[in-house]
């Protein structure tokens, strides 16, 4: 997973479209149009791997833009890490046999740890926990419920348990274009083997080697590109 440092485009999608959401929070997104398309545009761009969030699924606990992703995966030919409503074994075994290449765990990663060795078991290395961070506290159900965990204690547990990598939000910049906080990554990269994917707060090719700096394999990116403030390729040219 990540031998080569990424850019990682992020398709999340509500209700059929792309859209991006401000610190986590329904309703603040901005929408961006078909998923397919906008699939197509970044790998067009040269990205090798897409970040799909299903936020219904996020939010309801069930996946609600099926549709939408399984369009996206048969379109593209690029490493695909989904996430958003997946909450069972056989939902993430079943992803993980259709195509897609790594299945995103953060509510059932917390619920049921255990999960994450089920997944690891079957598929390895297919495992990317997702620890989003508000406040210095891992949140789940769509970033709406705190569970006390310390995010790097919890990258540590989950590593133990076979997941191939952690995808580290730092929700309080999440979608604000106001600029990355290092010293989270840092510590979660501290903790771990695995690789750690930083997502939150990128609008600079500045913050994209800050990342990069901090330790991160790869670095998630969605208002940012879909604003212009950076390409794709600008931003993989400065790492």
């Not at 040269?46 to 606990?61: I, K, Q, W």
């Not at 909450?87 to 790594?102: E, P």
Request: proline share 3%; hydrophobic share 45%; no cysteine.
């Amino acid at each position: 997973m990540f031998p080569e440092f990424e850019v990682v485009p992020a398709v999340d999608v509500q209700d059929g479209q792309v859209v991006q959401l401000v610190g986590g929070e329904r309703d603040t997104g901005k929408t961006y149009g078909d998923p397919v398309a906008a699939a197509r545009r970044w790998v067009e761009a040269g990205a090798r791997t897409l970040h799909l969030v299903d936020l219904g699924g996020a939010f309801e606990g069930e996946r609600e833009n099926a549709d939408a992703i399984e369009r996206v995966v048969e379109a593209v030919d690029v490493d695909v890490q989904l996430g958003g409503g997946i909450r069972t074994v056989d939902d993430a075994t079943s992803l993980l046999g259709a195509g897609v290449d790594r299945v995103i765990l953060g509510t059932a990663a917390v619920e049921t740890p255990d999960i994450v060795a089920e997944i690891s078991d079957e598929f390895p290395g297919s495992v990317l926990v997702s620890l989003d961070a508000k406040d210095g506290e891992v949140v789940v159900s769509g970033w709406t419920e705190g569970t006390g965990l310390d995010p790097a204690e919890a990258a540590r547990r989950y590593e133990r348990l076979g997941a191939g990598g952690i995808l580290f939000t730092d929700v309080d910049v999440e979608g604000r274009l106001d600029g990355v906080r290092t010293d989270p990554v840092e510590r979660v990269v501290g903790a771990v083997d695995v690789p750690v994917v930083a997502s939150g707060g990128v609008a600079t090719v500045e913050d994209v080697r800050a990342l990069h700096a901090a330790g991160a394999s790869a670095v998630v990116v969605g208002s940012a590109l879909y604003e212009g403030r950076f390409t794709l390729a600008e931003a993989m040219a400065a790492v």
